[in-house]
């Protein structure tokens, strides 16, 4: 039942992605995932179904009184007659305590559920805490919609690190994306030193190490080699300057005059299946959500999930999303991919891509990444003095 209950929210959340455009991802949440106190409600009665009452009692004494009173606030009187219908012994005597007063919004309330959370299950024993985030895998996904990138930072930074698996592995695929897409609506530009390896006419090439400049509006690249087979090459793309063309130095003798070329160009894209245009960190949350969207409509998607690594210092996720090999008409970009969530910043600063005969296809990684640094028009100008462009 609970599994059915997940498929049939999660389809309804992906045909409703289908009929609207990426851009609106503020819009199309809002009554698909159910009121946000009846899923807090919801959460609160199971911890307090893993709760002894003295438990109960000294980590909600534990909150700041304002977090408390909040809590108790906005369950208000529904919630409290909620919490009593499900509660069993001692546990009903403590919520009877509850005294909701002025009610609390649920943008009041979003500010203040991480910290709230951290709280309540910091101190819980782990055997009870595993217990209690299993019975809440149904509100999970719509929990995590709630709290938005800004909550889920505060949660996944307070909250003791050896607690956060759990909770990742059952956090549905579409939460990841949807918190990825409103975390990247924020960044205006960023750069980084980038890794690139790729496999090109079967034979699977070296590691390129570039520094990357990235600016979303108006578009604009600058890619400079600093290791691999290409190393001394630079690439700017800047679509005030041209739509359609990118302005390439190559390394070596090669590389005397800097030229203007299409971005699609043989030369542009040596070394590369990919036009510059599809280099950055929105190209490859796109590339899953497109992904993920045709493979979970055509059931044809399984997920593994590997734990917490370390990429570039920071604790990532890493899960892996297992294409069919049955429906070759679906056309899917591969076989399977294994994503690095940096879940704490909802982003994803590694990726690798696997093809169909399961071997490595290409891999990308973002490493000294650094969010809304005020990149200008000068970084993207082939005049700037610190290019040879």
């Keep these: 039942m609970k599994r059915n209950k997940i498929a049939m929210l999660t389809l309804a959340l992906i045909l409703f992605l289908n009929s609207h455009k990426a851009d609106s991802i503020n819009s199309w949440i809002k ?20 709760c002894t ?118 956090t549905p695929d579409w939460v990841f994306l949807e918190i990825g897409l409103r975390r990247y609506s924020e960044i205006k530009d960023y750069t980084s030193i980038y890794y690139k390896q790729e496999r090109l006419d079967g034979e699977l090439q070296g590691v390129e190490t570039i520094l990357l400049k990235y600016r979303e509006k108006p578009r604009g690249i600058y890619m400079k ?44 894209m040596r070394g590369t299946n990919h036009p510059v245009v599809e280099v950055g960190l929105k190209f490859m949350l796109d590339l899953n959500l497109r992904e993920y969207k045709k493979a979970f409509a055509n059931k044809e998607l399984a997920r593994k999930n590997h734990g917490i690594q370390m990429v570039d210092g920071r604790r990532v996720f890493v899960m892996e999303n297992i294409m069919t090999r049955n429906n070759p008409k679906a056309n899917y970009y591969c076989h399977r991919v294994k994503q690095y969530m940096d879940y704490e910043r909802a982003l994803e600063p590694k990726i690798e891509v696997f093809n169909w005969n399961d071997e490595l296809q290409e891999s990308f990684i973002y490493t000294k990444l650094k969010l809304n640094v005020g990149l200008t028009e000068k970084d993207f100008d082939p005049k700037n003095p610190e290019y040879r462009l």
Aim: with cysteine; net charge negative.
């Design 31 to 50: 009554g698909e995932l159910g009121d946000a106190r009846t899923i807090i409600t919801s959460v609160v009665s199971k911890y307090l179904a893993q």
């Design 225 to 268: 080699w600093l290791d691999g087979p290409w190393k001394g090459r630079e690439v700017l793309y800047n679509e005030n300057l041209s739509k359609d063309k990118v302005r390439v130095r190559e390394s070596g003798l090669l590389g005397v005059i800097p030229v203007w070329i299409n971005y699609r160009s043989p030369i542009a």
């Design 53 to 170: 009452v003295a438990e109960a009692r000294a980590n909600f004494a534990s909150l700041p009184a304002e977090k408390k009173t909040a809590l108790v606030n906005f369950l208000g009187d529904e919630g409290k007659a909620y919490l009593l219908s499900r509660c069993t012994g001692d546990i009903c005597g403590f919520v009877k305590s509850f005294e909701p007063g002025q009610p609390v919004s649920e943008k009041e309330f979003q500010k203040l559920w991480p910290e709230i959370l951290v709280y309540l299950m910091n101190p819980m024993p782990v055997d009870k805490y595993k217990k209690f985030v299993d019975s809440t895998a149904d509100e999970i996904g719509p929990e995590g919609i709630f709290m938005d990138w800004q909550g889920q930072e505060i949660l996944w930074s307070q909250l003791d690190p050896s607690r956060h698996e759990p909770i990742l592995n059952l």
